[in-house]
């Protein structure tokens, strides 16, 4: 949240040659500003056989690369959501 309570999003509209295939909207849950960040992603696919339907991940990232650990914090607000571990990937 912001320091007056607003949510923080970021929306992405997302295209191919110059055609909208999808909306993604990244909502900010919870940080500590230092360490981790706990965001909530949706997209809304446009277009193609996913047309109409959305997708929502969880995504938390660290300062550290080699802090592989959840925070506890962030445990709290996930829990329940039987939430899996994907490929990590650097670029």
Known sequence: ???N???????F???IGGYAIDTTILVVL????DDYGLFYICASYLTGPYKDL???NYMIVRRDASKR????RAKNLISGKNLQKCEITKS
């Not at 919870?30 to 500003?33: A, E, H, L, Q, Y």
């Open 54 to 56: 959305k997708a929502d």
């Open 69 to 72: 650990d959840i925070p506890e």
């Open 5 to 11: 309570g607003e949510t923080e999003t970021l929306t």
């Open 1 to 3: 949240e912001t320091e």
């Open 30 to 33: 919870d940080t500590n500003n």
């Open 13 to 15: 509209n997302c295209k």
